[in-house]
C-alpha cells in the first residue's frame, strides 16, 4: 500500500496513543467537511488521508479492544462521505465525535507538560 502518511506508517503512528490517534484523524476528517463544498478535490485528498490513518489505528496492536468501534466509525464515515448515509449520520456527529479526541489528546498532552520539571531559564527564574 503506498501511504500519504509514510512517515507515520513507518514508525511514528503506533507511539501515539488511541486517543491521539483518532485526534489526527479527527483533523482530517474536518478538513474534508470543510473543504467538502468549496474545493471538492481538497475534500476528497482529505477523507483518503483520513481512512488512511483509521486504517493504520486499526492495524495497531495496542488497539485491540477498541478494533470494533474503530471500524464501524471508518464505515460509517466512508458511507457519509461517498455512500449512500444509510445511518444517516451528518457532519455536526464527526465533529462532536473526533472533537471529543482532541479535547482529550490536548489536556493529556497539558497533563503531562505540567508534570515535567522547569527547564527554559525563565520557568526556573522568577
Given at each position: ?9 513507518e ?8 486517543v491521539?490517534?483518532m ?5 482530517e476528517?474536518?478538513?474534508a467537511?470543510?473543504w ?12 483518503y488521508r483520513?481512512?488512511e490513518l ?14 470494533k ?7 460509517v ?10 445511518y ?5 456527529f ?8 482532541g479535547?482529550?489528546?490536548?489536556l ?15 520557568a526556573?527564574?522568577?
Amino acid at each position: 500500500m503506498t501511504y500519504q502518511h509514510k512517515g507515520l506508517a513507518e514508525s511514528g503512528w503506533n507511539k501515539l496513543s488511541l486517543v491521539e490517534q483518532m485526534a489526527n484523524v479527527g483533523a482530517e476528517v474536518g478538513r474534508a467537511l470543510n473543504w467538502r463544498e468549496k474545493k471538492p478535490d481538497y475534500a476528497l485528498s482529505s477523507f483518503y488521508r483520513s481512512l488512511e490513518l483509521l486504517s493504520l489505528t486499526l492495524a495497531n496492536p495496542e488497539n485491540r479492544g477498541r478494533l470494533k468501534e474503530i471500524a464501524r466509525i471508518k464505515e460509517v464515515w466512508a458511507d457519509f462521505f461517498f455512500g449512500d448515509n444509510v445511518y444517516r449520520s451528518d457532519a455536526a456527529f464527526f465533529e462532536r465525535y473526533f472533537y471529543a479526541f482532541g479535547c482529550a489528546a490536548r489536556l493529556r498532552r497539558h497533563a503531562a507538560d505540567s508534570a515535567l520539571p522547569p527547564t527554559s531559564p525563565r520557568a526556573t527564574t522568577g
